[in-house]
């Protein structure tokens, strides 16, 4: 019965996920297309923030539970998962020219980020000055994205919108939208990761491969589903920027809230400083690099991904 019921939650779960983000990307879509901020500015922060809610939830309960391996590796395993299965497939259906000033700097933070955890790691533990070094690429992240936002309505300002889009039924309609959607996708995860963990654990899988896996695919479902929605709905740029906010959250925000909450350094184990942290930052520069060179995403990058994202599962789930 307890199976029964634990699987019943788990498809409850998924569910949520995927209703809550086809609102959530309706209303979003709406956000940009009222007020002239680009879909990539509202992807990078607002849906970003929203789908990485999964995972800060559980790292930061985890970290105040002793439960450090899962900590960080839902963090780090979130971000991997990210880039290596969720953006490999919106390279693969959603390839095309890129504007380079438009994601430079976020896939520098981006990289940044990930480059300063991979070398905490080689210390042995995430500490607090880390922490902070990582708080302040947080906060530049902020100031970058108001400052592109100002440029862009500066440059483009706002028209008068005579297509309905500013009625008020249609927004609330779509304000309606993105409570519900944001509600699904954060109720739907934590159902996603509370159930599948529960199954995982009746296997013996230690914490660390539960982080990295199925707890980090799990919290990264919201990030899926926005990201098949939003090829569905042709919108490659809310579908990259989510990733890409969403990522920079996930390493200069969850690690920080969980070590500054339990009081103390995060410990990290040698399995995670040497494969877990090093992955997390090889994927994001196949993911960006070419892409920054060339001006243009491939789908070769995509198949490239996905392939190291699925030997990197298979190599972790022997180490424990």
Do not use: H
């Amino acid at each position: 019965m307890n199976v029964a019921i634990t699987v019943l939650l788990f498809a409850v779960g998924i569910l949520f996920v995927v209703k809550g983000g086809d609102y959530f990307v309706d209303a979003a879509s709406w956000m940009a297309e009222v007020s002239g901020i680009p879909k990539l500015i509202i992807g990078a922060t607002v849906v970003s923030v929203a789908t990485t809610l999964p995972e800060m939830l559980v790292s930061v309960l985890a970290a105040t539970q002793g439960k450090v391996d899962m900590s960080i590796g839902n963090a780090i395993g979130s971000v991997t998962a990210n880039i290596g299965l969720i953006m490999a497939l919106s390279l693969i259906f959603m390839p095309g020219i890129i504007k380079r000033s438009d994601y430079l700097a976020k896939s520098v933070l981006m990289l940044a980020a990930a480059l300063v955890i991979v070398v905490s790691g080689f210390s042995g533990r995430v500490s607090l000055v880390f922490c902070f070094v990582l708080l302040a690429i947080f906060v530049v992240f902020l100031v970058e994205n108001i400052s592109s936002a100002r440029k862009n309505m500066a440059e483009d300002p706002v028209k008068a919108v005579d297509s309905g889009l500013t009625e008020k039924k249609t927004v609330w309609l779509n304000i309606v939208k993105f409570v519900v959607g944001t509600a699904g996708i954060v109720w739907g995860a934590d159902l996603l990761v509370d159930n599948g963990s529960e199954l995982a654990r009746l296997l013996g899988i230690s914490e660390r491969i539960i982080g990295v896996t199925l707890v980090a695919v799990g919290t990264s479902l919201p990030e899926l589903i926005t990201t098949v929605t939003a090829i569905a709905k042709k919108q490659a740029d809310l579908s990259v920027g989510n990733i890409l906010g969403a990522n920079i959250l996930d390493l200069t925000l969850i690690m920080p809230l969980s070590a500054l909450i339990s009081g103390q350094a995060l410990p990290v184990s040698s399995a995670s400083a040497m494969l877990d942290l090093p992955m997390c930052l090889a994927v994001g520069l196949i993911a960006v690099i070419p892409a920054m060179l060339r001006s243009r995403f491939s789908r070769w990058q995509g198949f490239l991904l996905l392939g190291v994202y699925i030997g990197y599962i298979a190599v972790t789930s022997f180490i424990v």
